[in-house]
């Protein structure tokens, strides 16, 4: 009996010592300056996000910033055309100093990039013949820049009209989010909230994503191309186009595990 009420009361310090640590982080806001390390630039248009609460902000055209943050969280600074950096919240930077970043131009290679042509002979009726048909089918949405596209079936490798290939690629996805929830929710988090939505729209780099689901761009490649999208979706859509492919490809081969088609059967 002694030996009992011994270990509830270790529960109960261990508790208390754990909800005391986590109540003495301390919550505060961020103000500072995003500027180029070569000729120190502001740089307009950098993003910041909070990869620990999942909210984020744009830099202005003086390069300033402002962002609530709590003690150990982790901020996500990058901007176009430059090095990202993660940088750890301490609780040095709530002393009010203004907090200067400097990023460094990212250096990229140019792919080499095939041209292929087309016989064509003048006589429309002939050269549409001639054109390569698009297997798969595109949306424009008014107002947006780019287009949406759904998925197709792939002859005699898809289930049903959900066009989901059971295959290692998507199944990845699927044992990911299975054994790691969170990340599952913090992917929607990224794409309901405003604030992220507006960031992950104009954004094409697939670093957030990249960083989410702990994956390389080969890999992510590998995933949207098993569910059936394109390589020219895959390279054209926005980062929140991405995630929302990602989510539609996780949602759809759960509902082929679980004996279903597709989502949309499922959901009838």
């Not at 990039?113 to 002939?126: R, S």
């Not at 994503?209 to 390589?231: A, F």
Request: net charge neutral; proline share 2%.
């Amino acid at each position: 009996m002694r030996k009992k009420i011994t270990y509830i009361f270790f529960a109960i310090c261990l508790l208390t010592y754990t909800y005391g640590s986590a109540q003495d982080l301390l919550k505060f806001t961020i103000k500072g300056k995003i500027a180029s390390a070569v000729d120190s630039t502001s740089i307009q248009g950098a993003t910041l996000l909070n990869l620990s609460n999942i909210n984020g902000v744009v830099s202005n055209k003086e390069g300033l910033f402002e962002i609530d943050v709590t003690e150990s969280d982790t901020l996500l600074i990058s901007s176009l055309g430059f090095e990202s950096i993660k940088l750890k919240v301490t609780r040095d930077l709530s002393k009010g100093t203004e907090l200067n970043v400097d990023l460094f131009p990212r250096v990229e290679e140019l792919p080499e990039v095939n041209v292929h042509a087309y016989k064509i002979i003048g006589v429309l009726e002939i050269d549409v013949k001639n054109v390569p048909k698009d297997r798969y089918n595109r949306i424009h949405i008014n107002g947006l820049k780019q287009t949406y596209e759904t998925q197709n079936s792939r002859v005699g490798t898809s289930l049903g009209a959900g066009g989901i290939t059971i295959s290692n690629p998507a199944d990845f996805v699927y044992n990911l989010f299975g054994s790691k929830p969170k990340k599952l929710r913090d992917l929607k988090e990224l794409k309901n909230k405003d604030a992220t939505r507006k960031i992950l729209a104009d954004r094409f780099d697939r670093e957030i994503i990249l960083d989410y689901l702990q994956m390389d761009i080969n890999k992510l490649t590998e995933v949207l191309s098993d569910c059936d999208y394109s390589p020219y979706f895959i390279n054209k859509a926005t980062d929140l186009q991405l995630i929302e492919a990602v989510l539609e490809c996780y949602d759809n081969h759960k509902a082929v595990k679980n004996g279903h088609t597709s989502k949309s059967e499922k959901t009838k």
